[in-house]
Nanobody, 119 residues
């Protein structure tokens, strides 16, 4: 079992920045990938970015490429999502998720943190 706790959400004006953090505890060492997803009410949860815990390999959704950066601090079992040039359409609840390297899907989730971008 892995516990994931997000922090860093809030209200920001368009063009601004936020840095989200995801602190992992429990069997965090068994997780191969950590990711960020986001969800708007009435819509499906969508993938934002992921990082491989060991190699640091990263992957991004097209909608955030060049604006968001995911990084991990292995010593602290923490993953960050630096969000720059924020747009109103980035408004959502952001969730941290984790999975084992061979797992087909993300099956460990945090409680989410709200990000609101005003125009």
């Amino acid at each position: 079992q892995v516990q994931l706790v997000e922090s860093g959400g809030g209200l920001v004006q368009a063009g601004g920045s936020l840095n989200l953090s995801c602190a992992a505890s429990g069997r965090a060492f068994s997780m191969g990938y950590i990711a960020w997803f986001r969800q708007v009410p009435g819509k499906e949860r969508e993938f934002v970015a992921e990082v491989r815990r060991t190699s640091g390999y990263t992957s991004y959704a097209d909608s955030v490429k060049g604006r968001f950066t995911i990084s991990r601090d292995r010593a602290k079992n923490t993953v960050h999502l630096q969000m720059n040039s924020l747009k109103p359409e980035d408004t959502a609840v952001y969730y941290c998720a984790a999975r084992a390297t061979t797992a087909p899907r993300y099956d460990n989730w945090g409680q989410g943190t709200q990000v609101t971008v005003s125009s």
